[in-house]
C-alpha cells in the first residue's frame, strides 16, 4: 500500500465507523433488505455555481457505504456538522443582548463595523441520504425538510449504458479505466477500478465492473473524487429505523422541496453584543444533478 492510500485508510478507520451507524438509521429501504456494509469510500463532490454573475465552486464530502446489492450515499460526518453549527448558534444567541434582522444584503454589511467577520446559520451541506438498491435499480431518497419533516421518494434509477474505453489514469494508488455514458441529461465520463469488484459509485452511478473512484460531466459542473477508503474488517449492516415515520411524496414534489430550501439564505455577525442577521434571497444559483432527460 503507497503512502497516500495509508494515509487516508487511517483516517477512515478512526471515523467512519460510528459515523455509518448514525446515518444508516434514518434509511427506510421499501423492500426491507438488510445487508452488511463492506466497503466505504469518502468522495469530495465539487460544483460550479453562479453567485452575482461570477463563477463559483463548492465544495462537499460525501460518503458512500456499499453492500454487495446496497448502499447508501449520505454526507460525510453530517451530525458532528451540525452539532457544531448548532452549537455556534446557542452560544452567540445567549451572549446576545439585542438582535437586528435585515432583510437585504447590503443593509445588513452597512451596520457592521467588521465586515470580514460574517458567518452563515443556513445548512449549507448536502441533506438528503440515497439508499440504492442495484438489483431493483431503484433509489430511495431520504430527506428532513424543515416544514414537512422528514419525507421520502421512491424513484427508478435510469439505465446507465456504459462505453468502456481503453483510457487509464491512477486514483488513490488504483489503476483505474475510463468509461463514459449519459445519464440523467448529462453525459459523463468516468474512472472505475477492477481491483475493487463492486458494481457501485457516488450519487446514482452503478453498473461498471469495478468500483467508480471518479467521475465528471463533460461541461465540468460536477466531479466527484474519492480522497479516501477503507474494507471493513468488521462488517456493518445498513438497519432501517422503525421508528421514523416518514412522509411519502412524489419524486417531482421531493425535487422541489429540495429546490425550495435553497432558495433563502441567513447570515450573521455577532458584535458588541449585539447580533446581526440578514434573511436574504440566496445568491447562488445552482446546477441540478437532476437534470431531464
Known amino acids: 500500500m503507497n503512502q497516500f492510500k495509508a494515509k487516508y485508510v ?12 448514525a446515518n444508516a438509521s434514518s434509511i427506510n429501504p421499501d423492500n426491507n433488505q438488510h445487508e452488511n456494509t463492506i466497503f466505504q469510500v469518502v468522495y469530495e463532490v465539487s460544483q460550479k455555481a453562479i453567485k452575482n454573475q461570477e463563477s463559483i465552486e463548492i465544495i462537499d464530502t460525501m460518503a458512500l457505504y456499499c453492500g454487495k446489492n446496497v448502499s447508501l450515499y449520505s454526507t460525510w460526518n453530517k451530525e ?7 452549537a455556534t448558534k446557542e452560544n452567540i444567541l445567549s451572549k446576545s443582548k439585542q438582535k437586528v434582522t435585515t432583510y437585504a444584503y447590503e443593509s445588513f454589511v452597512s451596520n457592521l ?6 458567518g452563515v446559520w443556513t445548512i449549507n451541506w448536502e441533506m ?26 421512491v424513484e427508478n434509477i435510469p439505465i446507465q449504458n456504459w462505453d468502456i474505453q481503453s483510457d487509464t489514469m491512477t486514483v488513490l494508488g488504483y489503476k483505474c479505466q475510463k468509461a463514459t455514458t449519459a445519464f440523467w441529461g ?36 460536477f466531479q466527484f473524487t ?27 414534489k421531493y425535487l422541489a422541496l429540495k429546490k425550495n430550501r435553497r432558495k433563502s439564505v441567513q447570515y450573521y455577525s455577532y458584535e458588541n453584543n449585539v447580533l446581526y442577521i440578514a434573511d436574504i434571497y440566496n445568491p ?5 444533478l437532476y437534470e431531464e432527460n
Open 10 to 21: 487511517i483516517f477512515l478507520i478512526g471515523l467512519c465507523s460510528s459515523i455509518l451507524v
Open 80 to 86: 458532528a456538522k451540525y452539532d457544531a453549527l448548532q
Open 113 to 118: 463595523n467588521d465586515k470580514n467577520n460574517i
Open 128 to 153: 438528503e441520504d440515497i439508499f440504492k438498491n442495484r438489483i431493483s435499480n431503484s433509489a430511495t431518497f431520504i430527506y428532513n425538510d424543515k416544514d414537512e419533516g422528514w419525507i421520502k421518494a
Open 186 to 221: 448529462r453525459n459523463y465520463n468516468a474512472w472505475f477500478t477492477l481491483d475493487i469488484p463492486l458494481h457501485d459509485g457516488p450519487w446514482l452511478f452503478s453498473g461498471l465492473p469495478g468500483l467508480i473512484l471518479r467521475i465528471q460531466d463533460t461541461e465540468g459542473i
Open 226 to 252: 474519492a480522497v479516501g477508503l477503507e474494507q471493513l474488517m468488521t462488517p456493518m449492516t445498513l438497519a432501517v429505523d422503525e421508528s421514523v415515520s416518514y412522509k411519502t411524496v412524489t419524486f417531482k
Open 284 to 288: 447562488i444559483q445552482f446546477e441540478s
